[in-house]
């Protein structure tokens, strides 16, 4: 029994001093350095849908899934106020055309030629009497009832032109001003139309008919049926690395065991103060076949990578500072590139050494 104790405690002592003194050299291979993001997909273009008005949805026209083009009809807004609004509007302005009404200037302009014909007639007997008058044939109270008439029947002609091109401009200010209303009173009811401002597939209806919809909430969503990107949030830490061009590395779980490839399209320029970190999106090099809003992800954005290069493991560079070799001396390194797994070593170490953990 006292043998087979101290065979085990000899055991144990043989693994601690070989897990002790276990070493490795560095070795010459690739190495990449990448950024780790989280993120979802979006579909290009994608939007959410507000009413531009409050009120009851009275019809839905649409259902999720369904493919349409621009300027489709989604919603319709219940309000019996602009309708009657704008059935007014178009009365009034049948009632105001111009062409409608232009009888009345016909009239006026009718009664200013007799008003010219008549003037025009007084004239010619003012100039003979004045004639007869010199010839002493007619008294000069004659004389002076021919100028009266002359008188009475110009101010008659410039009153009824001006009551002409007074009643003319009033046609015209009329019937624009109700055709401009009606288009006031058309826009404000088809307010109460929510239509599509893309071509796509709407991927989400957030209301029913019979609910109450207001401008500050979304009732649908819409997007491109076919494109997608991908959304990243980048830690502030790391923003600093990111350009466009840059390669990433896709994986998601609705496609697991599998990596996709994109690059980076746009990194937005402002931060978001509550997660402290920057959207930044990026485009397939190839598109999966099937995709869908809001799929989360994990993504690798590639910042660097070295081929044939000097690595150790990770776990041996102590500190982020030094290794320690395999005599147990310390020894302060310069490395470049980083992961996970592998540090680049620059200077300070070679294949030849050898270089190990120290116990805890």
């Known amino acids: ?121 007084d004239s010619l007997m003012l100039t003979r009497q004045k004639v007869l008058f010199e010839k002493n044939i007619i008294s000069s109270l004659q004389l ?72 500050q909430s979304p009732i649908a969503i819409i997007g491109d049926a076919k494109a997608f990107k991908i959304i990243l949030q980048v830690d502030e830490y790391d923003i600093i690395k990111i350009k466009k061009g840059l390669k990433v590395i896709i994986s998601m779980d609705s496609y697991k065991g599998q990596v996709f490839e994109a690059n980076i399209t746009k990194i937005d320029p402002i931060m978001n103060e509550r997660s402290k970190s920057f959207i930044v999106e990026a485009n397939f090099i190839k598109q999966p076949a099937v995709l869908y809003p809001n799929l989360t992800l994990e993504a690798n954005i590639i910042i660097h990578k070295k081929e044939k290069t000097l690595t150790i493991p990770r776990k041996y560079y102590i500190n982020d500072q030094y290794i320690i070799l395999e005599n147990g001396q310390k020894r302060y390194i310069k490395t470049g590139l980083k992961d996970f797994e592998k540090v680049e070593v620059i200077s300070g170490l070679t294949v030849k050494d050898k270089i190990t953990i120290p116990s805890k």
């Open 1 to 121: 029994m006292k043998k087979l104790l101290l065979y085990s405690i000899l055991s144990l002592v043989l693994i601690a001093c070989k897990s002790k003194t276990e070493s490795i050299s560095p070795s010459i291979e690739s190495i990449t350095e990448s950024v780790y993001a989280s993120g979802s997909i979006e579909s290009i273009d994608q939007y959410q849908v507000f009413a531009r008005t409050n009120g009851i949805i009275e019809h839905v026209y649409v259902s999720e899934g369904d493919i349409i083009s621009s300027n489709t009809k989604l919603f319709s807004i219940f309000n019996e106020t602009s309708k009657i609004n704008r059935e007014n509007a178009t009365l009034n302005a049948e009632f105001s055309d111009f062409n409608s009404n232009y009888s009345k200037l016909n009239e006026l302009k009718f009664n200013s030629e007799l008003a010219k014909s008549k003037m025009l007639n």
């Open 144 to 215: 002076e009832q021919s100028e009266l008439s002359f008188l009475n029947s110009k101010t008659s002609y410039y009153s009824s032109l001006l009551k002409y091109h007074d009643a003319k401009k009033q046609l015209n200010l009329n019937d624009k001003q109700t055709k401009n209303n009606l288009k006031i009173s058309s826009a404000i009811e088809n307010d109460f139309i929510v239509k599509s401002d893309i071509k796509g597939r709407i991927y989400s209806l957030l209301k029913k008919k019979g609910e109450m919809v207001n401008t």
